[in-house]
């Protein structure tokens, strides 16, 4: 009986991990780094904007309770 050869696991780039090596590739260090502090501040915009919302929606809430 012969045993069974060595099963090798590699684990599959995700979109954004091969999305980052093409970056890494066309891209220069310093652009790199622009890019991604743009989409941070993208993400924090949203973040606060959601907030702004949810703040107004609880004070809307508290007027009408107490009108």
């Known amino acids: 009986m012969q045993a069974a050869p060595p099963v090798r696991a ?9 999305l980052r ?3 890494s590739l066309l891209m220069s260090g310093g652009q790199r780094t622009a890019r991604r502090n743009a989409w941070t501040s993208v993400l924090e915009d949203r973040r606060r904007a959601k907030d702004r919302v949810e703040a107004q929606r609880v004070l809307d809430q508290a007027a009408s309770l107490t009108s």
Do not use: L
Not at 10 to 18: L, R
């Open 21 to 23: 090596a093409v970056e």
């Open 10 to 18: 590699t684990a599959i780039p995700s979109f954004t991990d091969a």
